[in-house]
């Protein structure tokens, strides 16, 4: 239910709580009340960030310019790959970062994963990096085994490049020496299109980009998405192509109650 006050013989919903704060009026979004010695939160004014559908947009702020992000899964997409440290709401840069090369060896050792978690990782202010969750996400140990660091043994990152299995790709028809896909994640919700439709449209971004799943049958080689969406081969791992960041924040984080002209709801 709506609340007024009257101001000047006119009444005006009221859309937020201000508190002044050295002299300057700043929004409210949560109250809090002790009770038996710990705080609860007795009031807020957004929503959590567990409450938007899948598909909606999030814009957050890189170096204080804001970018667009997908929401792309909600929960741990499976906990029998994936660590418990991965349930949370997973997010997708809408466009890609950065061009650089991958370089050879597995995701953990590619510059890729130090970029997005060093340089990238600051662009970002505190409030916005302390709802990044530090998740352990599964990769492959190498191009030519079929071993897949998981759960416990996964990957320390707060950032990452998604994997091919997460995109919905199960297998695609390349030549044969390129042709074996990494075992190392599940289906996020945005991509489970089980005809196959709008799936290319889900994935298409501003410029080609990397997946972190080897190709397990080709040395120095790494499958990398079209700008179009489609994902129909794998590139040499020295070449350089996108990077489009992902990451899992905080489930109760609060964002704004409704999408602002763009569409796109903002952390609180």
Known sequence: MSRYAKSGGVLHEITGRYAKVNGVWQQVTAR????????????????????LPVGSLLKINESGVPQQYIVVHQGNPNTSIYDSSCHGTWILRKNVVSSMAWEFGNYSSSPIHSYLNGSFLATFDSDTQSNILQIKIPYAESYDSSTINALANGLSTKIFIPAVKELGIVQYPLSTEQSTIPDEGAVLSYFDYPNGSD?????STNSEWWTRSLSLSAARYVIYVHSTGEITASENCTNSSGVRPAMILNSTALVSTSPDSDNCYTLQ
């Open 32 to 51: 809090y009340a002790k009770n038996n010695g710990a705080w609860n939160q007795v009031y807020s004014s957004g929503k959590k960030l567990s409450d």
């Open 199 to 203: 799936l290319y449209l889900s994935r």
